[in-house]
């Protein structure tokens, strides 16, 4: 079964801190992600202490919390990483 498979068969609701919010201010896709989980535009591929989210985009837009490193990107949005880290999406 593919991922996309299953978020289709189970609902989650996707609650976000006010404060993690409040850190993210250069958002420019008006917090879609936590509106639905399949507008999630960026897989994190490998996480070290749930602090370094290193991503694959899903797409080639502008973000603003994208960052190059070496042959890869780190993620620095707080929204993205605080769904990564609380529901491993």
Known sequence: MKINEL????AIIIKID??????????DDNFDCIRNSNHVYCKVENCVDNK???IKCLNENYCPYRMLFEHSYICNYP???????????
């Open 18 to 27: 006010k404060e993690i919010l409040k850190m993210t201010t250069d958002c």
């Open 52 to 54: 370094v989210h290193f």
């Open 7 to 10: 978020r289709k068969e189970r």
């Open 79 to 89: 929204t993205r990483k605080e769904i990564y880290n609380k529901f491993g999406i």
